[in-house]
């Protein structure tokens, strides 16, 4: 069992940046963010693999950045050029099998691990 505990989330005004951590207890292949707003369904916001896999939901591309350091079990996600439709818990997920691909697609269903969550709020 993995457990995954993130933060970095706040408050921000449109146009601002934050930065997102994940904490990981164990090794995985992949790591991947989600979001999720109220209302909404859940959404894939990036993901890296560790054969060197990224990928993007295209909402982000060119604005947010996912990235780990694996001495330390940690992913990352910086966020910048945000917008209030970037609002929402954010999640930190971990699948032992998947490469990034997979983990933003229909397969994201069946992630391993999922952390609790930190809220991103964006003011117009």
């Known amino acids: 069992q993995v457990q995954l505990q993130e933060s970095g989330g706040g408050s921000v005004q449109s146009g601002g940046s934050l930065k997102l951590s994940c904490a990981a207890s164990?090794?995985?292949?992949?790591m991947a963010w989600f979001r999720q707003a109220p209302g909404k369904e859940r959404e894939g916001v990036a993901a890296i693999d560790s054969d060197g896999g990224v990928a993007y939901a295209d909402s982000v591309k060119g604005r947010f950045t996912i990235s780990q350091d694996s001495a330390k079990n940690t992913l990352y996600l910086q966020m910048t050029s945000l917008k209030p439709e970037d609002s929402g818990m954010y999640y930190c997920?971990?699948?032992?099998?998947?490469?990034?691909?997979?983990?933003?697609?229909?397969?994201?269903?069946?992630?391993?691990?999922w952390g609790q969550g930190t809220q991103v709020t964006v003011s117009s």
């Open positions: 164990g090794d995985t292949r992949c």
């Open positions: 997920a971990a699948d032992r099998l998947m490469t990034a691909i997979q983990a933003l697609g229909h397969q994201s269903v069946l992630i391993d691990y």
